[in-house]
Structure formats: structure tokens, C-alpha cells
């Protein structure tokens, strides 16, 4: 029944998130400033602290674990140079107890792991210390999507625990990797000053970049003659536009190359990349949306109504009063102004919500106003559950209508 096929992929996982290729294309200015504050590493010095944000797909992780791998390989050739480097990926750890525990966990062999609950904090970071201190040397220690963490008692703890007598044996050094630009903002000035030594800010790729991107990246994934120039310009172009995202950018590759496999074709067309960018948005909108929270679900539903009639970009304060209107009606309490901009915030990062800085200087300050940044027909769809429970609002009614028309005859 199944027989491999080989005539568009020689390496499909070429095109994967979490393929290492030998060099970073497109990113040579950041991972200059980032050896340089690594640097003491090698030199056998206290490590510098490091704070990376930048939107998602734009090479903080893939930066992060290339550097690194060739730090450890480096620090070897120093017989006076202990380097362990620990990753943790906090989405899902929500609490400083959390990283805590799991920190521990990656120092300690699978027999001797503790449970996630049960212990007092305290005995924890005691557990924590005496790890750290059971490896010594340096350790840097990677916090991928730390702006998970609700409260920063880690991000004070961890860096400050030599100074403050927690440690003899070891040095470490803190790797702080965010993609909402204002999670530094909310940090106390202490963790701030501590967390965010060196600074480095990773902006989003432009389509000259993607395209170097998807080409080192094409060479290795496809047969000779299967997809041309003109295919990736397309796919990069279609990136630069969804905010830079390479991640996004080699998805629309692969779903182009899966399509042209599925189709028994021998090459990639630019037609084919549209279809894979349909496919692809409608599934991401489905996906992204389907993530919310109900008060998620609300505040893009007050939005999209506000776009509908021409409205946007808004500030969150005026976005308020038309979410507030809708949690009554489904008879649950609003969320204070904060959490429902982290909401905004969250339909920034999965490309359904533009953000938008603004600066009027002293006397206006600085704000964002929001835009709808998807299709509105597929966001009202992936929005049905919450457009029942709150009636359709007479901005969209037209649209909801018409897709319920559509439905009835297909």
C-alpha cells in the first residue's frame, strides 16, 4: 500500500523549525552582538545576563542554540573551562515554583527527579543551589518564552544567587528569550537590572532575508529543478508581509512541496504556493483562535466589529467599552484593562492583530491601536461559537448572512 515516492524531496526535514543548518543566513549583525556578550565565557569570566525579544519566527532560538552549540564546542578545548548549558521552554510554566522544580529536574538523572508539587519554595531553590553548585564551572541556563512566567522571583533568584551566598562552586549566567516586546517593561526595576545585562532586540527578516533563508534551506530540501527562483522570491515576498516571519515562510515552502507531491507534479509552481498560503492561513486562523481563552474570543470578536466599521486602528481603551458590552452579555465578568491588553497582545504574536506603536512625545505618550490583520470572513468563522452566544452584531451581520448562505449550498 505505501511505497516511498522521491521525486520533489530529498530532505523534506531540511524545511523543519528545528533543523540546524551549518550557517545562519540573514541574521549576521545579531549574532555578532550576541558572541560579543558571550564572550566572557570563554574567557573563564562570570557570565553576562541576556535578554533576547523580538517577534516569533524571527531566529532568537535558532540563534540562541547555534551560538551555543559552538560555545560548547569551543569551551572544550579548555582544559580550565567547565561550560553546562541547560534549555528550558517555559510555555506551559506559569509560576517561578514551576521553573524552579523543573529546573532541578534537568540537573538531576531520571531516577532521581522530584514531583512537580508537594515541596515547600523554599526547599526547592535549596534543591536548586545544591545542583548548581554539584556541576559548578559555568552554566548558562536558556528561559525560552520566559514572559510565560506570571511572577519574576526566579528571574531575581537565579542571577543574583552568587552574590547573594547561594552558590560557591558555580557561575551562571541567564538567557532571557521573549516575543512580547513589553514583558521587560513589566519586570521590577531589580530583576530588570539583573535579568537584562546585555540586550539584544532581533527585528523581524525582510523579504531579501527570508529569500536567503528559503534558498540555503530549499538546496538541501528539494530534488534539482523542482522549485525555482521565481517560487521562493514568492514565498519570501508572502513572508515580509505576515511580519517577517522565517518560520511561517518555510511552512508556505513545504506546504507548497507537499501539494506539488500530492499532485504528482515535478516542480513547484507559484500557483501552488497561493494554494499552500490559503491552506495554511485558514488552518492558522482555525488554530490560533481555537487557543483563546472565552475572553480571547470576546475581545476579537469586539474588534472585528469595530474594523467592520472603520474604526481601526484602535486603542485598547476604546476596544474596552464593546468587550465589556459583550462578557455581559454572555453573563461573565470583564477582564481588568491589563489582561485584556495581554489578549491583544496574544493576538499580536499569532499574526490576527497588527499592534502598532505610536509617540506623541511628552504631552501624549507612548500607545498602541489595533488592526485586524486576517481575513475577516474566515476570522467570523473560526469566531461562530462566540458570535452565537453573543448575537451577531449589526457590523457584520451582512457577512455572517452571506457565509450562512454559502454553507447552505455546499
Known sequence: MFERDTEIYLDRDALREDYQPER???????LERY???????????????????GKTGVGKTAGTRFLLDHLVDDAAQYDDLDLT?????????????????????????????????GYPRSTVYEMLWDELDRYGGTILIVLDEVDHIDDDSILYQLPRARANGKLEEAKIGIIGISN?????????PKVKSSLCEEELQFPAYDAQELFEILQQRANVAFRED?????????????????????????D????????????????????????????????????GISGLTQHGHLVLYALVTLDQQEETPVRSRDIRPRYMSFAEQVGIKPLVPRRMRDHLGELSMLGIVTAIERNEG????????????????????ALEETVEEVGIHESVLSLVEQDRTLSEYT
Request: hydrophobic share 40%.
Open 85 to 117: 548549558v541547560k534549555i528550558l521552554n517555559c510555555d506551559g510554566l506559569s509560576t517561578s515554583y514551576q521553573i524552579a522544580i523543573h529546573l532541578v529536574n534537568k540537573f538531576r538523572p531520571e531516577a532521581e527527579q522530584i514531583s512537580t508539587t
Open 252 to 287: 508556505l515552502l513545504m506546504k507548497a512541496g507537499d501539494l506539488a507531491r500530492e499532485a504528482e507534479t515535478d516542480s513547484i509552481t507559484e500557483d501552488l504556493v497561493r494554494e499552500a498560503r490559503d491552506v495554511l492561513e485558514r488552518g492558522r486562523i482555525r488554530e
Open 24 to 30: 545562519l543566513v540573514g541574521r549576521d549583525t545579531e
Open 35 to 53: 558572541k560579543t556578550a558571550l564572550q566572557p565565557v570563554i574567557n573563564g569570566e562570570q557570565p553576562n545576563n541576556i535578554f533576547l525579544y
Open 362 to 381: 511628552r504631552r501624549g505618550g507612548t500607545y498602541r491601536e489595533y488592526a485586524v490583520d486576517m481575513d475577516i470572513d474566515l476570522i467570523l468563522t
Open 180 to 188: 512580547d516586546f513589553s514583558f521587560r517593561d513589566d519586570l521590577s
Open 226 to 250: 523542482v522549485v525555482d527562483t521565481s517560487v521562493i522570491r514568492l514565498c519570501a515576498a508572502y513572508g515580509a508581509k505576515d511580519a517577517g516571519d522565517a518560520r511561517q515562510s518555510l
